[in-house]
């Protein structure tokens, strides 16, 4: 079993940044995928970034790879998603997710992760 336990969320106003964090306990795979997924009310849960245990980054589109950073710390088993230049669109809930193996030359979609953090809000006003 993994936990995972997002924090940084809130609210900011466009333009603004937010700096996202997961910290990861428990079973660790020794190939693995993490994420940073977003749900904005209404809408489907998108893949917005991973990295995977190889230091392999992918971005969903370029808007997100011009503003976002996701990184990690092995050190400390914490995922962390900077988050500059917010826009309102950008306002979801943020999930932090685990999945096993290498996370490909794109964003996995939902089905690749099997463990989901609860979420943190983000809300950037115009």
């Known amino acids: 079993q993994v936990q995972l336990v997002e924090s940084g969320g809130g609210s900011v106003q466009a333009g603004g940044s937010l700096r996202l964090s997961c910290v990861a306990s428990?079973?660790?795979?020794?190939?693995?995928?993490m994420g940073w997924f977003r749900q904005a009310p209404g809408k489907e849960r998108e893949g917005v970034a991973t990295?995977?245990?190889?230091?392999?980054?992918?971005y969903a589109d370029s808007s997100v790879k011009s503003r976002f950073t996701i990184s990690k710390d092995n050190a400390k088993n914490t995922l962390f998603l900077q988050m500059n230049s917010l826009k309102p669109e950008d306002t979801a809930m943020y999930y932090c997710?685990?999945?096993?193996?290498?996370?490909?030359?794109?964003?996995?979609?939902?089905?690749?992760?099997?463990?989901w953090g609860q979420g943190t809000q983000v809300t950037v006003s115009s």
């Open positions: 428990g079973d660790t795979y020794r190939s693995y995928c």
């Open positions: 997710a685990e999945g096993g193996g290498s996370c490909g030359w794109r964003v996995p979609g939902r089905n690749f992760f099997g463990y």
């Open positions: 990295i995977d245990s190889d230091g392999l980054v992918n």
